[in-house]
């Protein structure tokens, strides 16, 4: 009975704390799971075009995209060919996930609970929860290797912490770049996230002159475009052919939704933020699809310089940090190298911080609200996935793990059923009207509760989208992209975004004519939550409320408990 007491008073004293006028519905929410008001929602469309630059383009996994379709057998046009028709659906499929927060100014993990129910709408923000915990970890260690190359470009002596580590995945300076950089992160994550637009204002700044001059010094020095331009075979790049050409150059196209879908998934834990729903349509159509262009392009022109600059390295410089730690020692640790390399690594480093930290830590933080509002907030969720980041250990999962990162890289496999079911929801059955009051109400009256707080259509049309996905996909976690292949079942995967979105979204919307939907068009009549004025909140009389603050009926119960011990 007293470890049960001790239990109890940990977890009281661990609560979020709630603001004294604010109430909670039987669903129980904290600050950052409400709509947004209109004092918090600061981004307009420039921001959202700063937005992402910064997370979406001009950083370390938008210079590497090239690397993962050339190695599918494609030679540079054609790779650039597949970036542009994929980041051109991206924008398109970015719009039509960003819009219910633009304009109802609710997360992600609200959202779905349209869909999937009061309770079953945890299945999918877990899912996206346990993807950030893991490209959280993977950007921070790429932002420790731009640390390393900073702190080599300051103190040549640096590069002599070379003590191998965790069975060789790294080493000790590393590791230690891996920490400075996690804790330069920590002071990032408490800035509340409608300030970040100044932040990716000046990280954009940084960045893109940094990404054009190093295209120029890499073409100039190279006397032309490089190796993987001119003669691809000379660095190992073997062009498919025949028939399997047509089918690499279809996953090139849908490796680049995949490569970004977890992202596109989530788009209204940042579209929440815009002042008007119209003012992320600019930075969707326009920056979504040229800046990855731009900076894939460049990171695969930059690639092919280096092969031609320094040939003795003996592998190809996808990472921009490879190539910079490779200025330097090339050219004898001089003083203006090291200078061009300090300021380039603080510019990608800059970039790191965006989407480390935009993108997955504070994203996380919003998810881990929605899954337990009463003891996590934006900030101990972003604090939760800065430490987890350590568990993962991204040096083994990175440079070890390669059936792991195989398994993770083809996640698109599960989010675009999930996709399919969210558009089938909000643009098809809802025609794009949601009732917020009963989107916190967890009780029968809501018209999210379905049956026993799970919509049971969600998750059959989630798995009817999967499963044909599930056997291309296991051959190629364990083979790879090839001519030797499953057939049918790995061209169905090779189109596994597509084929699963639009297989989910069909057998939804069919679903719910045979299955009538609970007042599917329904609205609230007034603006209870002061989304689009600054009223403040007043819940409708009909809904069962509670002082958060007060916690009262816990406190009885403890001191009843006391009483009989």
Not at 185 to 190: A, S, V
Not at 226 to 233: H, S
Not at 277 to 294: C, F
Not at 298 to 313: K, V
Request: contains cysteine; neutral net charge; glycine residues 10%.
């Amino acid at each position: 009975m007293k470890d049960k007491n001790v239990l109890k008073r940990f977890l009281k004293w661990i609560e979020i704390p709630v603001d004294p006028d604010a109430v909670t519905t039987t669903a129980s929410y904290n600050r950052d799971t409400l709509p947004l008001p209109p004092s918090r929602r600061t981004y307009g469309p420039w921001q959202f075009v700063g937005l992402w630059i910064v997370t979406g383009s001009f950083n370390i996994g938008g210079w590497t995209t090239g690397s993962s379709i050339m190695a599918l057998g494609l030679n540079v046009w054609q790779a650039m060919i597949t970036v542009i028709v994929g980041h051109c659906m991206v924008a398109a499929i970015c719009l039509l996930s960003g819009f219910p927060g633009a304009k109802w100014h609710i997360g992600f993990p609200i959202l779905q609970k349209s869909s999937w129910g009061m309770y079953g709408g945890y299945f999918p923000l877990i899912n996206r929860i346990f993807l950030s915990f893991i490209w959280y970890s993977t950007q921070v260690w790429w932002g420790g290797q731009c640390i390393k190359t900073f702190l080599t470009a300051i103190a040549p002596s640096y590069r002599n912490l070379n003590k191998p580590l965790a069975n060789g995945t790294m080493t000790t300076g590393d590791f230690c770049a891996f920490v400075v950089f996690s804790i330069l992160c920590l002071p990032i994550i408490w800035i509340p996230p409608e300030r970040y637009h100044k932040f990716f204002a000046a990280s954009a700044l940084m960045v893109i002159p940094c990404v054009f001059a190093l295209l120029g010094w890499c073409v100039a020095t190279a006397g032309g475009p490089g190796l993987l331009v001119t003669n691809p075979e000379a660095v190992g790049i073997s062009e498919a052919t025949g028939s399997n050409l047509g089918w690499m150059f279809v996953l090139g196209i849908v490796s680049n939704i995949g490569g970004i879908s977890t992202h596109i998934f989530s788009q209204s834990d940042f579209t929440r933020f815009a002042r008007k729903p119209a003012d992320q349509v600019l930075s969707q159509i326009v920056m979504v699809p040229l800046g990855t262009i731009v900076v894939s392009l460049i990171g695969i022109m930059c690639t092919s310089c280096a092969a031609e600059i320094f040939p003795d390295a003996g592998y190809l410089m996808w990472e921009p940090f490879d190539l910079l730690a490779n200025i330097q020692s090339n050219f004898n640790d001089s003083s203006r190298s090291r200078c061009a390399v300090a300021f380039a690594s603080i510019c990608f480093i800059m970039s790191q911080f965006g989407i480390a930290v935009a993108e997955n830590a504070l994203s996380n933080g919003i998810d881990l609200s929605g899954l337990c509002p009463r003891y996590f907030n934006l900030h101990r969720g972003g604090y939760l996935t800065a430490a987890i980041a350590f568990v993962m250990q991204p040096w083994q999962l990175l440079n070890g793990a390669s059936k792991f990162l195989s398994v993770v890289g083809g996640y698109a496999v599960f989010l675009g059923p999930f996709s399919g079911v969210m558009f089938a929801d909000y643009y098809y059955v809802r025609r794009r009207n949601l009732k917020l009051t009963h989107l916190y109400e967890a009780t029968e009256a809501s018209n999210y509760w379905y049956t026993k707080g799970v919509n049971w259509r969600a998750p059959v049309c989630w798995i009817m989208g999967v499963w044909p996905l599930l056997p291309g996909f296991a051959w190629y976690v364990q083979h790879g992209a090839g001519p030797d292949n499953m057939g049918g079942w790995s061209h169905i995967y090779y189109l596994s975004w597509i084929v699963g979105c639009l297989i989910s979204f069909t057998l939804y919307a069919v679903s719910s004519h045979i299955w009538k939907f609970k007042d599917p068009m329904a609205v609230d009549d007034e603006d209870y939550f002061g989304t689009f004025t600054e009223k403040g909140i007043t819940l409708p009389p009909e809904m069962e409320v509670f002082e958060a603050s007060d916690n009262s009926s816990l406190a009885t119960e403890d001191q009843e408990m006391l009483d009989k011990d």
